[in-house]
């Protein structure tokens, strides 16, 4: 089996984030998703599961849920092929009822990047990297940067 990642987010509104993730390219797994949770699929080893706040609550009873939109606990990286995908989710996310570009746009030749909330204050960072240029600007890598 490959090793995954399923990411639990607290959501006030399942249908309304469901829709969201949808609007962006997520894929809702029926298998695995009801009235109080979605399993959002972003590849075969990564899922974000969109859960209602009651239900997040089951699995926490000694904290309280954060309220994304007021405090940031996580920040979450997609990869892209280009910066044309990154773009475009982007714009999707904006579009679908989140806010765009909640950071500035981060531009380093090799790597490029992007922002978006989600409806519940999730913030994500859709970046693209070519590899090639990164590696030839950081041969022994980032931390190694002449001073």
Request: with cysteine.
């Amino acid at each position: 089996m490959p090793k995954m990642i399923f990411v639990n987010l607290p959501v006030k509104d399942v249908a309304a984030s469901t829709a969201f993730y949808e609007a962006i390219g997520f894929t809702r797994d029926a298998r695995f998703s009801n009235e109080v949770a979605s399993a959002m699929t972003w590849s075969d080893t990564i899922t974000l599961m969109i859960l209602g706040h009651d239900f997040y609550a089951t699995f926490i009873p000694h904290k309280t849920i954060a309220d994304s939109a007021k405090v940031n606990e996580v920040l979450l990286c997609l990869s892209f092929d280009s910066r044309e995908a990154v773009d475009a989710i982007t714009q999707q996310a904006g579009a679908a009822g989140g806010k765009a570009d909640v950071r500035p746009l981060q531009d380093m030749g090799f790597m490029y990047g992007r922002s978006f909330e989600d409806p519940d204050g999730h913030i994500f960072e859709p970046m693209f990297m070519d590899m090639e240029a990164a590696m030839a600007a950081f041969p022994e890598g980032p931390a190694h940067e002449p001073a």
